[in-house]
Nanobody, 129 residues
Framework: VQLQASGGGPVQAGGSLRLSCAAS????????IGWFRQAPGKEREGISC?????????YADDSLEGRFTISSDNAKNTVDLQTNSLKPEDTAVYYC??????????????????????WGQGTQVTVSS
């Protein structure tokens, strides 16, 4: 099983980046992919997830939903996170992860990290003011 996050880098405030998660080694359509981030000195934070089975999406925060958009390409086994209007506080390592059915875990939000089985290595996003 492999999840490869890419697309990070340095960007000025107000800019955009398109992060991509390439998945292999498991049946992509049977899983949901989530995006998370972790800033220095902070806990890992869930951003969004998408079901590769039915396309259902979830955003952990309304303010992020307005700037970030998750999408999947089942033919390519990739899930992208389009990030717009980036702010310095968006600086973090961004990770993608896979879970079987995060939308139906009792008492857990779909972007709860401990319900995800497989994790990628992360890609650094650095937003300068």
């Amino acid at each position: 099983v492999q999840l490869q996050a890419s697309g990070g880098g340095p960007v000025q405030a107000g800019g955009s980046l398109r992060l991509s998660c390439a998945a292999s080694g498991f049946t992509f359509d049977d899983y949901a992919i989530g995006w998370f981030r972790q800033a220095p000195g902070k806990e890992r934070e869930g951003i969004s997830c998408i079901s590769n089975t039915n396309g259902r999406t979830y955003y952990a925060d309304d303010s992020l939903e307005g700037r970030f958009t998750i999408s999947s390409d089942n033919a390519k086994n990739t899930v992208d996170l389009q990030t717009n209007s980036l702010k310095p506080e968006d600086t973090a390592v961004y990770y993608c992860a896979a879970a079987t059915n995060p939308f139906n875990i009792r008492r857990s939000l779909p972007t709860t990290a401990n319900i995800y089985h497989f994790w990628g290595q992360g890609t650094q996003v650095t937003v300068s003011s």
